[in-house]
DNA sequence: CTTATGACCTGATAGC
DNA sequence: TGCTATCAGGTCATAA
């Protein structure tokens, strides 16, 4: 469920929250939510089954939607939520019972104790084991794409001008763009005025400034208003996200649009519900006349 | 190499 | 009430 607004919410609280504290001890009680990509599954057993443990946190970073967990020398865990998967702090006063398939208990002089939870129902997200920094970067980040929340128009233009593929397709394609998912990809489309069925190769300079300043902007917002709650996602205090009133398209299908009021129209592209304004996203590949919208 | 597709899961909700 | 069908914010392996 949760983009990069909803993971960089989780990531700075838990910065917060864990940084300098010690996992005194940790239990799984799934073990299939640890996860062993490409076939190394031996070695990630091997150090899957410390989990940190024993470990001083030192650093909680971030690059898309995935979150990286580590101790001083860079050994640590990428934590992927997948759609259903969120981290929960002990002072989320509403921690369900069900699917808390890891906890880390931390040292604590007792006046201060804390426990922090992998829960995931779907179980689409997981906990991967990591070496190290290189280890990190060569299997998984190095191969995604730039982070969506300071995605430059350069940057932008090299993940679209080669491919034929639509705009919403590259946006959710995270060895592209890293960070943006079915939300963001629909209301960056449309606050940048271009229609998701659109090729990417064919979009302009003056377009895809628009298309990057428009990822920024709607992810910065989001930022800062500690994510979506369409429906299930909680940061890790149980808390939601206030951005779902700022949606301006998705979820919004048979509304009028809320800048030019024309009936906001549906589609699965990319398998994924699409929502978008014929009238400020016309499909059109040539240069358009600025018009109404915002 | 790129790209499209299905698999992986549970739970909430709608319709009969 | 109980059944079935459909939908959901992501990632990964596979095959064309």
């Given at each position: 469920m949760p983009e990069l607004p909803e993971v960089e919410t989780i990531r700075c609280r838990l910065a917060e929250a864990i940084v300098g504290r010690t996992v005194k001890n940790t239990v799984l009680r799934?073990?299939?939510?640890l996860r062993y990509p490409s076939g190394d599954r031996k070695k990630g057993q091997k150090h899957g089954r410390w989990l940190l443990m024993g470990k001083e946190i030192a650093s909680v970073s971030r690059l898309g939607k995935q979150l990286y967990i580590a101790d001083k020398l860079g050994l640590g865990i990428r934590v992927c939520l997948g759609m259903s998967g969120r981290i929960a702090l002990s002072g989320d006063p509403e921690i369900p019972k069900r699917h808390r398939h890891i906890t880390w208990y931390f040292e604590s002089d007792t006046s201060n104790p804390l426990r922090m939870h992998f829960i995931d129902p779907r179980r689409f997200g997981g906990v991967y084991a990591v070496t190290g920094t290189k280890d990190l970067e060569n299997r998984f980040w190095n191969r995604m794409g730039p982070d969506a929340l300071t995605i430059t128009t350069e940057k932008l233009r090299d993940a679209t001008k080669r491919t034929s593929r639509n705009l919403k397709s590259v946006l959710l394609d995270q060895n592209a763009i890293s960070g943006v998912g079915n939300i963001y990809a629909d209301e960056s489309l449309h606050k940048a005025r271009l229609a998701p069925q659109r090729a990417a190769n064919t979009i302009n300079d003056s377009e895809l400034r628009r298309l990057a300043s428009s990822i920024r902007s709607c992810l910065r917002a989001a930022c800062q208003m500690?994510?979506?709650?369409?429906?299930d996602y909680r940061n890790a205090d149980g808390d939601k996200g206030e951005f779902v009133k700022k949606l301006r398209v998705y979820g919004r299908q048979g509304l009028n649009c809320l800048s030019c009021k024309s009936l906001l129209e549906f589609e699965r592209l990319a398998q994924r519900a699409t929502v978008w304004c014929p009238r400020c996203q016309p499909n059109s590949e040539k240069i358009h006349k600025e018009h109404t919208c915002r």
């Open positions: 799934r073990r299939d939510v500690g994510g979506t709650t369409f429906k």
